[in-house]
C-alpha cells in the first residue's frame, strides 16, 4: 500500500516539474492568447478575417483533393498496380494514411505563413498590443520595407523547406506498418508544431533585429515549452473552422513564448501570471 502511494507521488512530482511542467506552460500560453477574445474582442475580430479568406481558399483545395483521392493514391503507388490481394489495398491504404499525414502538416504551415502574410497589419497590431501590456514593447525602429520583405520571404522559403523535407521523411515512415500508422502521426504532430512556434513568433523576434537562427536557436533552450504551444496550435488548427478563431490567439500566446525565450535566465511564465492592461487582468480563461 506504501510503495503505491509513494509510486503515485513520484508520478505526479514526474509529471508537475521540468520538461513536463513547461510542454503545459506551452499550452497554457495559448489559452492565455484565447483570453483576448474576451478582452480585445475588436482586434481578435480583425485578426480572424484574414483567417476566414484563406481558410475558405484551403478548403476548397481539401476538398479537391478528397475527391480525387483514390487517383492520387494510385499514382502515387504505381509499383502495387500488379500485386495481390490484400498487399495491394493494404499497401494502398498506408499511402493514403501517409499522404494525409503529409498533406496535413503542410497545409497547417502553410495556412499559418500565407495568413500572417494576408493579415500582417492586423497581426502585427495584436503582437504590439501584448508587448506594449506588459510595458516593454520594442520601439518603432523597423529596417525599410524592402529590406524586411526580403527578409520575411527567406525565411518563409527556407522554413516551408524543412517541413517539406521532414514531411518527405514522415511520408516514407507512413509506409511501415504499425509505425505509419502510430508513431508518424505524433511525429507529425511534434515537427509541425515546432514549425508553427517558429513561424508565429516571427514579429517579436524581427521587432528586435533577431534572425530566424538566432529564433530557432532561443526557442531551442525553451524546447518543452515551445512543443507545448505549438502542438496545441497545431491540434486545434486541424477542427474544423477552429483556425479561424485560434490564429489571431495564436500570434498572441507566440508574443508570450517569445518573450520568455527572449530572457533568458527567467522561469516559463506560469499559468496563473496575468497581463495588466488598460482594459483589466489577462488570465488563463
Do not use: C, H
Not at 9 to 25: E, H, I, L, M, N
Not at 142 to 153: D, K
Amino acid at each position: 500500500m506504501q510503495e503505491n502511494q509513494r509510486l503515485r507521488d513520484a508520478v505526479f512530482a514526474a509529471a508537475t516539474s521540468g520538461p513536463v511542467r513547461r510542454f503545459f506552460a506551452g499550452i497554457g500560453l495559448l489559452f492565455r492568447g484565447l483570453g483576448m477574445w474576451f478582452t480585445s474582442p475588436k482586434i481578435m475580430f480583425l485578426g480572424a478575417i484574414p483567417a476566414l479568406i484563406v481558410g475558405a481558399m484551403y478548403t476548397a483545395l481539401i476538398v479537391i483533393l478528397l475527391v480525387n483521392i483514390d487517383a492520387v493514391i494510385a499514382w502515387v503507388t504505381p509499383f502495387a498496380d500488379g500485386w495481390d490481394e490484400p498487399w495491394r489495398t493494404a499497401t494502398r491504404f498506408a499511402a493514403g494514411a501517409a499522404l494525409l499525414g503529409l498533406t496535413v502538416l503542410i497545409v497547417v504551415y502553410t495556412f499559418a505563413a500565407i495568413t500572417l502574410t494576408v493579415g500582417d497589419v492586423f497581426y502585427e497590431k495584436i503582437w504590439r498590443e501584448v508587448e506594449t501590456r506588459l510595458g516593454t514593447a520594442p520601439t518603432d525602429s523597423e529596417p525599410p520595407f524592402w529590406t524586411s520583405l526580403r527578409r520575411g520571404i527567406g525565411n518563409g522559403l527556407r522554413l516551408l523547406l524543412n517541413t517539406a523535407l521532414i514531411g518527405l521523411s514522415l511520408f516514407a515512415l507512413g509506409f511501415i506498418p504499425i509505425v505509419g500508422q502510430t508513431i508518424v502521426p505524433v511525429l507529425g504532430v511534434a515537427f509541425g508544431g515546432w514549425f508553427l512556434a517558429v513561424e508565429l513568433t516571427g514579429y517579436a523576434f524581427d521587432a528586435r533585429g533577431l534572425t530566424l537562427r538566432d529564433r530557432r536557436r532561443m526557442l531551442g533552450v525553451r524546447r518543452s515549452t515551445t512543443l507545448g504551444f505549438g502542438m496545441a496550435v497545431y491540434v486545434l488548427f486541424l477542427i474544423p473552422f477552429a483556425a479561424i478563431f485560434v490564429m489571431p490567439a495564436a500570434v498572441a500566446g507566440a508574443t508570450l513564448l517569445s518573450r520568455s525565450a527572449l530572457a533568458p535566465g527567467e522561469p516559463d511564465v506560469p499559468l496563473g501570471n496575468q497581463i495588466r492592461s488598460r482594459e483589466g487582468d489577462v488570465g488563463t480563461p
